[in-house]
């Protein structure tokens, strides 16, 4: 067994675990990414607010796909309305 073998039997586990905390904490994930993007905007003074604003929708984005994930396939994420 090869060392990155290895090391995906024992990531497996925590890569499930972090899903269901992922999922059970969403909300309040969202709260402090939103929370983080206003102070760096508010520290940079609106000068990196698009880079800012698309960097958060990305993480929000990683963290839906996380969190909704489902098997080995996934099952992609609600559509947001």
Avoid: F, N
Wanted: without cysteine; glycine residues 16%; aromatic residues 2%.
């Amino acid at each position: 067994m090869g060392l990155l073998d290895k090391m995906k039997a024992k990531l497996g586990p925590a890569k499930e675990k972090v899903g269901g905390l992922a999922q059970q904490h969403e909300g309040r994930i969202h709260k402090g990414l939103d929370k983080v993007a206003k102070t760096a905007d508010a520290k940079t003074k609106g000068k990196y607010h698009d880079k800012i604003a698309s960097g958060t929708d990305k993480a929000k984005g990683a963290l839906g796909r996380i969190a909704h994930k489902e098997g080995p396939g996934g099952q992609s994420p609600p559509a947001a309305s």
